[in-house]
């Protein structure tokens, strides 16, 4: 049974259900990848930005004979945002092929549907039984890019300092843990600002934020769900612009393995080796307060040649493609009652 499920009041044990059937998930799907904890997990499941809904749903196995609750078996849900909707479906390894994945859209869509959205998106891992999932029930690739890893082990500590040190004359960098500083704000909504227009194709399942406020309710949004944002700023120094900036999350639910999210140089900053030497100090610092992590992932389009340079230098190595599917939710729906 499918069953609306709100983590927000989810009794704790469901919660720990859900983390066992993601890390089940995890070692059938990714098992390279390190397993979640519950470090704030029920509140990285319910915190939303401001104007965003996310709706959830759960399948429970039967309740056992002394009347304990069925294990989570399955999870879907749409976080409303913009004009799309950004669909979550997994269902637990020893549930797979029974229609339980297309039960769960099916509910998923419908409401979606019904809250007036009328496109959906998903990100769709390489490589795992969801690309067959998603395009048996018509969805679309529309982008795509490639993960990669960096391990902190295999990181060239001396040569990583020479890269820290080497960026032009009239430029420092400045570590920031927990977000810029307030009055950077403005200039740091700016930089980012500047890349706003440069449409790459992909969906924006991910929006970045372009305005002061919308950048602070993002970093106010990233604490409650227990996602650490540290950030590396150039500041050009007669102009006290920001001139590049890099953004590292380390998530409470996976603290070994951090995301390496956007990296931006303004135009005209570009050439003085800001992105390898703000990248560069970020593992440094990362190093030093984040005792704790391994890894660093991050994801990039085939058309980025400069960052994907960049990361070799630094030692990421190419892991899973990585993909957007996007559909229609009227033919979805209709497909899958049709189907039913
Ligand atoms: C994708 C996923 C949700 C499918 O769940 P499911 O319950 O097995 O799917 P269903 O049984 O409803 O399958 C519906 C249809 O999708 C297609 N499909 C499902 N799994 C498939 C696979 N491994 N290969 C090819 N097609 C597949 C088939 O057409 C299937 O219909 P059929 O069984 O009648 O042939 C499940 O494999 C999953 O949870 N994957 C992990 C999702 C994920 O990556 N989450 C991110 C965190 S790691």
Not at 173 to 193: H, N, Q, R, T, V
Not at 269 to 284: E, P, S, T, V
Not at 326 to 332: F, K
Request: aromatic share 8%; proline share 6%.
């Amino acid at each position: 049974m499918v069953r609306e499920w709100d983590p927000r009041t989810a009794p704790a044990a469901e919660i720990e259900s859900f983390l066992d059937a993601l890390n089940a998930v995890f070692a059938a799907d990714l098992p390279e990848d390190p397993l979640w904890e519950n470090g704030m997990l029920r509140e990285y499941l319910c915190e939303v930005m401001p104007g965003e809904r996310r709706i959830s749903w759960i399948a429970q196995d039967e309740p056992s004979a002394d009347g304990q609750p069925g294990r989570i078996l399955g999870h879907t849900h749409v976080l409303l945002l913009g004009d799309i909707g950004v669909l979550e479906v997994m269902v637990h390894p020893a549930a797979r092929r029974s229609g339980l994945g297309r039960k769960l859209i099916a509910t998923a869509a419908r409401r979606t549907y019904q809250e007036g959205f009328r496109s959906m998106g998903v990100e769709v891992i390489g490589d795992t039984p969801a690309v067959g999932f998603y395009e048996a029930l018509g969805f679309v690739r529309e982008y795509e890019e490639d993960r990669s890893v960096l391990r902190l082990g295999t990181v060239d500590w001396v040569a990583l300092g020479e890269m820290a040190q080497g960026i032009g004359p009239g430029y420092r960098l400045e570590f920031c843990p927990g977000g810029p500083p307030d009055e950077l704000i403005e200039a740091y909504a700016m930089a980012k600002a500047e890349t706003r227009d440069i449409d790459d194709g992909d969906l924006d399942l991910r929006p970045s934020s372009h305005d002061p406020q919308r950048l602070r309710d993002s970093l106010n949004c990233l604490h409650r769900r227990g996602m650490k944002p540290y950030i590396v700023l150039a500041i050009e120094e007669k102009t006290g612009v920001v001139a590049g900036l890099t953004e590292v999350v380390v998530p409470a639910q996976h603290p070994t393995r951090a995301d390496q999210w956007d990296t931006i140089v303004g135009q005209e900053h570009q050439g003085y080796g800001i992105d390898r030497a703000m990248k560069a100090r970020m593992l440094f610092e990362l190093r030093s307060v984040e005792p704790k992590l391994s890894e660093v992932q991050t994801w990039n389009a085939r058309t980025n040649e400069a960052m994907r340079a960049v990361n070799a230098d630094l030692g990421f190595q190419a892991d899973r493609e990585w993909y957007e599917y996007g559909v229609d939710v009227a033919e979805l729906v209709h497909r899958l009652d049709a189907g039913s």
